[in-house]
């Protein structure tokens, strides 16, 4: 009997791995969000716009944010003359809707922390060597900046960059 009833838990173990499950939730996508996940079944990546949409459950999915967003963050920079200060700074951008099957394809789901912040820091470093702590002019380095955000083809293929801002901390 013991047998039979490995044999059975064999069988009915074979069949379950073997079949599709179709249990599906509901996902409610907003207007200011696309939503990534990957379809195994077809072997690809499922878009999702706006509005409710049936997923095969426990699917992981990532939502990206469309709208215009705000990020604050403080910096150590070192001018030319090795002077070290620290600037806020104020960077509002969004993601291209377009893009963001291409960009999650070449990165996973990193945006800010991996993606965007480091290359932000980069040219804001970069900008801040080149001049001697008394030749600095605000402005001047934020539309610097900013035009160096905006003219990087492989960050604004994925990156709307709307404004660069730098105060003193």
Known sequence: MNNKNNIFLLLFLIFFNSCNLVLKD????????????????????VILNT?????????????????????KRKLEVQTK???IKTYGFNYWHSLKPE??????????????EDYILPFVYSKTRNS???YDFEEIEI???E??????LKKDTIFSQFINTKSFKLNET
């Open 99 to 112: 893009e963001i099957e291409e960009f999650h394809k070449r990165n996973g789901h990193k945006t800010v």
């Open 81 to 83: 003359d090795e002077e």
């Open 128 to 130: 801040f060597s080149k």
């Open 26 to 45: 509901d996902v409610e996508v907003k207007s200011s969000e696309i939503v990534i996940y990957y379809n195994g079944l077809q072997e690809q990546l």
């Open 143 to 148: 539309s610097e900046i900013e035009n160096e």
């Open 139 to 141: 402005s001047e380095i």
């Open 51 to 71: 509005g409710k949409h049936k997923v095969p459950k426990g699917t992981l999915l990532y939502t990206y944010s469309v709208k215009d967003t705000l990020i």
